[in-house]
C-alpha cells in the first residue's frame, strides 16, 4: 500500500513542479518560488489552527529543523541554473543517481534513522540498466 | 560542471526527504510540515531580496490561474506522504518507485499539455520496471 502511495506521490511531484514552473513563469522565478512556499505555509497554519496544534509546545528547538526548508529552496535554484543548460530529463537522470547513491550508503550504514540494509551485488544489475538509461538520454 | 551540480541536487533532496521524515518524527507530523514550509517561506523571501528585488515588485498585483497557486497544497500532500511512508518502506524503493511516477505522470502531461510523446521515454520507464523487478526477486 505505502508502495503505491509513493508512486502516486510522483506523479504528484511531477504536477507540483508543472504549476511551479507557471507559476514562476507568471510572476518571476523567485517570487514564484516565494508564493509557492507562502500559500503551502498559509494552508499548513489553516490545518494547525483547525487541528487545534499546539506550535510551540516542543521548545527544544534543533538546528536540522532549518534545513528541510532550506534545502527545497537550494534544490529550486539549482534546478533553474542546470535545466537550461542540461535540459530537463538528463538533470532528472542525474539527480536520481545522486540520490540512489546516497540512500545506498545510508541504508548500509543506517545513518539518520534510516532502516538498515546490506548492499546486495545483484542491484549492481540493476545500476547497469540505470546508467544505460541515462546514456540513451544523453546521446538521443 | 552542471552535471556535477545535477548530482549534487539529487543528494540534496535526499537529505531533504530524510531530514524531514526525522523533524516530524521528533516534533510530530504538522509541525513538522509546518518547519518545513516555514525555513522554506523564510529562505525564499530572503533569496527574492537578494536576487530579485530589484527588478520585481513583491507587491505587484497580477492575475493568475486560481489552478496555478494549487502548487503549495501538493506540496503539503506529498510532505504528508512521504512521513507516513518513509519510516515504512526502504529508502531505495522510495527513490525509484517515486521517480517512476514521476516520470509516468511527466509522459501523459508532455501528451497532453506539450503534444509531445518520446519513444525514448517509454524505453526508460520499462528500463525501470525491470529495475525494480530485479530488486525484487533478488
Known amino acids: 500500500m505505502y508502495k503505491s502511495l509513493i508512486f502516486i506521490n510522483g506523479c504528484f511531484l511531477t504536477l507540483m513542479f508543472l504549476l511551479n514552473k507557471l507559476l514562476s513563469q507568471e510572476l518571476g522565478l523567485y517570487r514564484g518560488i516565494l508564493v509557492f512556499h507562502f500559500i503551502g505555509f498559509l494552508v499548513i497554519l489553516l490545518i494547525i489552527f483547525y487541528k487545534k496544534v499546539k506550535l510551540f509546545n516542543n521548545l527544544k528547538f534543533k538546528f536540522y529543523y532549518v534545513f528541510p526548508g532550506l534545502f527545497s529552496l537550494i534544490m529550486t535554484i539549482i534546478n533553474n541554473i542546470s535545466i537550461p543548460q542540461l535540459g530537463i530529463s538528463i538533470v532528472t537522470s542525474l539527480g536520481l543517481f545522486g540520490q540512489l547513491i546516497c540512500s545506498i550508503v545510508f541504508e548500509k550504514y543506517g545513518i539518520l534513522g534510516v532502516v538498515k540494509k546490506e548492499f546486495r551485488k545483484e542491484k549492481l544489475i540493476g545500476f547497469m540498466f540505470l546508467f544505460i538509461g541515462i546514456i540513451l538520454m544523453a546521446l538521443y | 560542471m552542471f552535471i556535477i551540480l545535477a548530482i549534487v541536487n539529487g543528494i540534496f533532496s535526499f537529505f531533504n526527504m530524510i531530514l524531514a521524515s526525522k523533524v516530524a518524527k521528533d516534533t510530530g507530523m504538522i509541525r513538522g510540515i509546518f518547519h518545513n514550509f516555514f525555513w522554506a517561506t523564510i529562505s525564499s523571501f530572503l533569496a527574492f531580496l537578494i536576487f530579485e528585488a530589484k527588478t520585481n515588485s513583491l507587491f505587484t498585483l497580477k492575475s493568475i490561474p486560481t489552478i496555478y497557486l494549487l502548487g503549495g497544497v501538493l506540496g503539503i500532500v506529498i510532505n504528508y506522504i512521504f512521513n507516513i511512508s518513509i519510516p515504512k518502506v526502504s529508502s531505495v524503493y522510495i527513490v525509484v518507485i517515486r521517480f517512476i511516477g514521476q516520470l509516468f505522470l511527466g509522459i501523459i502531461i508532455d501528451y497532453f499539455y506539450f ?21 525484487f526477486t533478488y
Open chain 2, 115 to 135: 503534444n509531445i510523446f518520446s519513444f525514448r521515454k517509454v524505453i526508460r520507464i520499462i528500463l525501470f520496471w525491470y529495475r525494480i523487478d530485479l530488486q
